[in-house]
Nanobody, 117 residues
Framework: QVQLVESGGGLVQPGGSLRLSCAAS????????MSWYRQAPGNERERVATIGTGGITNYADSVKGRFTISRDNAKNTVYLQMNSLKPEDTAVYYC???????????WGQGTQVTVSS
């Protein structure tokens, strides 16, 4: 079955950096676009970044120029490099893959990112 396991979250000061990782299994990783979402308390879950099978990326306006999504198909892993972090980036970050043939989203368990001094 599909499994997504995130890691790399933590507490960081404003202006700092973190790198999130998501290890995927249970599907042919290289043939699916992968995304990162986040959800802050009291807010809806929002898409942060997506990387296609060919490496084309797309970002939410709020993170453009600060976050970079990448993938390593040999390791079945997707990354989110987060720089110049702001307190408003505080959220639980989720790895996501969407299976269009089943019209179903798959999610990891999430990893907490807290930006605070």
């Amino acid at each position: 079955q599909v499994q997504l396991v995130e890691s790399g979250g933590g507490l960081v000061q404003p202006g700092g950096s973190l790198r999130l990782s998501c290890a995927a299994s249970g599907f042919t990783f290289s043939t699916y676009a992968m995304s990162w979402y986040r959800q802050a308390p009291g807010n809806e879950r929002e898409r942060v970044a997506t990387i296609g099978t060919g490496g084309i990326t797309n970002y939410a306006d709020s993170v453009k120029g600060r976050f970079t999504i990448s993938r390593d198909n040999a390791k079945n892993t997707v990354y989110l490099q987060m720089n110049s972090l702001k307190p408003e980036d505080t959220a639980v970050y989720y790895c996501n893959v969407y299976d269009g043939s089943r019209i179903r989203h798959y999610w990891g368990q999430g990893t907490q990112v807290t930006v605070s001094s």
